[in-house]
């Protein structure tokens, strides 16, 4: 009976073990509900967005040319405007939490400066390499429409400059834990583009596109900087006039994260490259499939990656190595909760979510089955995806910068080959496939290294305590 007690009271103080430190994991899931409750309001907002240019364009060629230089320039914007929050938000918890948030804020100006500098360029270079990109990307295109995926691409450029600031802003909103702002920004860009289609009526085309995506977005921009002058008040000459050390940290860090986000970003531009090797609509086929898959995503997985990175640098700065295990796991596990279920439900009503949303107009029953099909396999990935991005958000903190470049290029060419693998029998779907075992290969890989290296990293802490 004895051994029994003491059984039973090992078992409740590994429990209440685990779900120490509640209040930091409340403050998570509560950042997480916020974040995925404007996040579903900025999906439907995308979704009547989608809806209407499914209606108005269907899976026309001048649609695929949109979609394959919007798809190419949002994946430029992700790696270089994403790539610097990377290494920023790191550093600027360590300062706040070591010099004092003036510091930080100093940092966060500063690094936005970079951002721009370095969008420009990137803007530049793709100005004059455009013929060269959409021969590559749009390998099977006829010349009609390369010609038109060329003037798209140049004409979108002003979107890759304004969408990838807001990646910045975003993110410093969201170090300050102010996460309903920067997660309700994004309603502005779906509602600017309806009100541009909407006004040109049957005239619209894909110039209307165009012109709407790149006004909403300047928009949304203005919005995330005009919340953060009014936080800040009038302090931000001393920001510009004077050099913050901790830019080095930034900027060191910020190559690897480039690359990586480089590579592992290529994903959806080399799905789509590969796509439009195959049947003509395979392109606009696969991005209907992903958007829907997105819905799930961005509910959980970008939620709860936006919202608990803040809290998961800031345990890393404190160097609370056990929290920041026990905590991943419990917001992975919280967040699978929730996504298994809806994942279920994309599988099994997967014609009936794509009728209900898309098909009208130029979108006919036919497209509503090929999207059908293509979904199911896009669905696998889903858990294995939250999962890989909630400790993706670790290792950042963890400024593990080799190891998350190695592991972007392994992802890169393992998504390569599984879709020239499995497209050749099973055509597109075979390229969502694909997807799944990549994030599946790489959530095992990445939770492996992090267990390690944190059970590492908390014994040399205890042995120095110790000491």
């Not at 919340?227 to 901790?246: I, S, V």
């Not at 961005?298 to 295990?325: G, M, N």
Request: proline share 3%; glycine share 6%.
């Amino acid at each position: 009976m004895e051994s029994v007690n003491q059984t039973l009271g090992s078992v409740r103080l590994r429990f209440a073990s685990f779900f120490a430190g509640r209040g930091v994991l409340h403050a998570m899931l509560s950042g997480v509900v916020t974040v995925a409750a404007l996040t579903l309001v900025a999906k439907a907002a995308s979704f009547f967005k989608d809806a209407a240019v499914a209606h108005q364009f269907g899976t026309s060629d001048s649609l695929d040319a949109f979609l394959l230089s919007f798809s190419f320039l949002s994946f430029l914007a992700a790696v270089v405007g994403g790539g610097l929050p990377e290494a920023f938000l790191p550093a600027y918890s360590t300062l706040r939490h070591e010099r004092g948030a003036c510091r930080a804020r100093r940092l966060a100006l500063q690094a936005a400066l970079w951002n721009v500098i370095s969008l420009v360029v990137i803007a530049a270079i793709v100005f004059a390499a455009a013929p060269d990109i959409i021969e590559f990307t749009g390998r099977g295109f006829s010349p009609e429409k390369r010609a038109v995926s060329i003037e798209v691409l140049r004409s979108l450029l002003p979107y890759l400059l304004f969408f990838g600031l807001t990646f910045h802003f975003s993110t410093w909103l969201r170090a300050e834990k102010y996460f309903a702002l920067a997660a309700a920004a994004p309603l502005v860009t779906p509602l600017v583009i309806i009100g541009f289609i909407v006004a040109a009526g049957s005239g619209a085309s894909v110039t209307t596109l165009v012109r709407g995506t790149n006004a909403g977005v300047f928009l949304q921009l203005v919005v995330l900087v005009l919340a953060l002058r009014r936080r800040m008040g009038a302090r931000t000459r001393r920001c510009f006039t004077l050099w913050e050390p901790a830019n080095k940290t930034v900027l060191g860090n910020a190559l690897p994260y480039l690359l990586g986000g480089l590579i592992m970003n290529s994903a959806v531009i080399i799905d789509q490259a590969m796509a439009a090797w195959l049947e003509a609509g395979s392109v606009s086929i696969l991005s209907y499939s992903d958007k829907l898959c997105g819905i799930v995503l961005a509910l959980t997985a970008t939620a709860a990656s936006e919202a608990v990175f803040p809290y998961f640098a800031d345990t890393v700065a404190r160097r609370e190595w056990r929290a920041v295990k026990r905590h991943l796991l419990q917001v992975t596990g919280a967040i699978l909760l929730v996504a298994l279920p809806l994942a279920i439900f994309l599988e099994v009503f997967a014609p009936q979510i794509v009728r209900i949303l898309f098909e009208r107009g130029s979108f006919n029953a036919a497209d509503t089955a090929k999207v059908a099909h293509v979904m199911r396999f896009a669905a696998m990935q889903i858990p294995f995806y939250i999962a890989g991005v909630l400790a993706s958000r670790v290792a950042v903190s963890m400024q593990a910068t080799r190891f998350t470049l190695c592991a972007s290029i392994g992802a890169m060419v393992c998504n390569a080959g599984f879709n020239w693998l499995l497209m050749r029998c099973m055509g597109v779907a075979g390229i969502a496939l694909s997807t799944a075992c990549v994030h599946l290969l790489s959530v095992v890989s990445l939770y492996i290294y992090l267990f390690r290296r944190i059970d590492r990293l908390a014994a040399d802490e205890q042995g120095r305590a110790g000491a």
